[in-house]
């Protein structure tokens, strides 16, 4: 079965503070692996999506990396503007679903 | 703009009664989807239909309905049927092609139970 873990469930930085989240996941066929960012009470807002291992995309504080387990999403000195819910997802080649993990809750202090 | 519009953006239902939730979108897409958001439980499918006049039940279908009779619409019923409706409910589409696997999501609409 399909399957997205995301960790931490929740983290709080200081702005400026570097770190990365992480994205788990089992799929048959990796027909892609996708990033999105949600603001409370809006739908999610897509961010990347990767395709193969070793594949890397970026976009402004954020870059997403992917492997044949894993993503990460890095974020390099966020701002507090960066505070949001940020969810991965991967397609497999079984059907036309695409499978969410639960998301990581990202705060950024002033 | 082209993108997708949800409505209303907050509804409220009384025990027993039906509520449709619009979805409409200009993209052009073939692929329409609707997911149910509850805290600390993600994103979870509802039904979702890849063409008109077809869709398909998702992981969590029971008590609601969808038609698609145009491929711009994807109106999904919560039915009485279903018991525990209040959540944040999102519709999405997708186009064809391989470099079009990811979704576009409306804004969405909240439910509750009055």
């Known amino acids: 079965e399909d399957q997205v873990t995301q960790s931490p469930e929740a983290l709080r930085l200081q702005e400026g503070e570097s770190s990365s989240l992480n994205c788990s996941y089992t799929?048959?066929?990796?027909?892609?692996l996708f990033w999105y960012r949600q603001d409370p009470g809006k739908g999610p807002e897509f961010l990347f999506t990767l395709y193969s291992a070793g594949e890397e995309k970026e976009k402004e504080r954020l870059k997403a990396t992917l492997t044949k387990k894993e993503s990460f999403l890095h974020i390099t000195a966020p701002k507090p503007e960066d505070s949001a819910t940020y969810l991965c997802a991967v397609r497999g080649n079984r059907d036309d679903k695409i499978i969410f993990g639960k998301g990581t809750r990202l705060h950024i202090l002033p | 703009d082209g993108g997708i519009t949800q409505s209303p953006k907050y509804l409220f239902r009384k025990e027993g009664q039906n509520v449709t939730l619009s979805c409409e979108q200009n993209l052009n897409h073939d692929a329409m989807y609707w997911y149910r958001q509850d805290p600390g439980q993600g994103l979870r499918l509802i039904y979702y239909?890849?063409?008109?006049?077809?869709?398909q039940k998702g992981d969590i279908a029971e008590g609601y309905s969808v038609s698609r009779e145009k491929k711009e619409s994807f109106p999904l019923t919560v039915t009485s049927a279903q018991k525990n409706p209040t959540a944040f409910y999102l519709c999405a589409s997708r186009g064809q092609g391989l470099q079009n696997y990811g979704y576009t999501f409306g804004s969405g609409t909240r439910l509750t139970v009055v």
């Open positions: 799929v048959s066929g990796l027909r892609g």
């Open positions: 239909s890849q063409i008109v006049n077809d869709f």
